[in-house]
């Protein structure tokens, strides 16, 4: 008899715990369900959270994922928009123009055939550098495995005389105070030259560029008419172009990417007035006043 009663007890505390695991699993059981949909459709719809416990905390942690993925998502979708619709304008430039040629033939007076052909070669230059600038936004990993130790002072001084080469009615006054950094020099370059690009688009002939290096911050005024208030937000955004800006030469990507390299480097790149009444533009990098020993001293 006392045989069966316990017996009996093993089998009711069986089937008890069963129940109370199937019904405590029964959480996880749907979030997996759930998840194994998402990875199914791609709908990226946040997850139900019910309650306080493991399990909702993990569905939290899920959903944190999901907002990012669909923002990255939407980002890449945004850039493949944009990218279409600024490409379409110079090819189309670039086929007419092809077209104009074969047609024409050998018809064609020289002096027109000339004004084609450097149309032509203009376009693919554009060309070109849209695409460069679309490859290096489209570039997700935060730093570039070639990183070190980048005298911005030399940096500063390389893209000036860059600038200087395509710019050479414009006078450009730097004062520059040595600075380090760690990071990636090709990419900081990069976002100096198109800046002091910007400047040198925007300054009336014979202008002034001034430039300066003082605790990481490089500053640089032109003597253009500046940047609407309106305007102002949205400079560095991909592709925007001011109105004034629309019939100058350019892909609207340049500060884009001078604001992708700065955050990158955990810099920040802001614009605004200049005292002269033109556009200033500030770019800040941490770092240090001198480079970091390579090795520690030797104490004796």
Request: glycine fraction near 10%.
């Amino acid at each position: 008899m006392c045989f069966l009663i316990g017996l009996a007890g093993i089998v009711a505390a069986g089937a008890a715990g069963w129940v109370v695991a199937r019904n405590g699993l029964r959480p996880v059981r749907r979030l997996t369900s759930d998840v194994e949909e998402i990875a199914r459709t791609e709908d990226l719809r946040p997850l139900p959270v019910e309650g306080d416990d493991e399990v909702a905390r993990l569905a939290t942690a899920f959903n944190q994922m999901l907002a990012s993925l669909a923002a990255s998502r939407d980002r890449q979708r945004r850039l493949v928009a944009d990218a279409g619709h600024e490409l379409r304008t110079p090819l189309t430039s670039l086929r007419t123009n092809i077209d104009l040629l074969t047609q024409a033939g050998t018809g064609l007076p020289e002096e027109a055939r000339g004004e084609l052909l450097a149309d032509v070669r203009a376009q693919i230059e554009e060309l070109t550098t849209l695409v460069g600038d679309l490859v290096e936004l489209a570039r997700d990993d935060p730093m570039s495995p070639v990183v070190g130790t980048v005298e911005l002072h030399e940096v500063l001084d390389a893209a000036l005389a860059r600038v200087r080469r395509r710019a050479p009615g414009l006078t450009f006054g730097i004062e520059a105070e040595p600075w380090y950094v760690e990071g990636e020099a090709g990419a900081i370059e990069r976002a100096l030259t198109n800046l002091l690009d910007n400047a040198a688009k925007w300054s009336p002939p014979s202008g002034t560029v001034h430039v300066s290096l003082a605790g990481g911050v490089v500053t640089i005024d032109d003597e253009g008419s500046g940047i609407d208030e309106a305007d102002l937000p949205h400079v560095f955004e991909r592709f925007y172009r001011a109105t004034e800006s629309r019939t100058m030469p350019g892909s609207g990507l340049g500060l884009a990417i001078v604001a992708q390299v700065a955050e990158r480097h955990s810099g920040t790149v802001t614009a605004g007035r200049s005292p002269s009444g033109g556009t200033r533009m500030t770019f800040a990098l941490p770092g240090a006043p001198a480079p970091k020993p390579s090795a520690p001293p030797a104490y004796a």
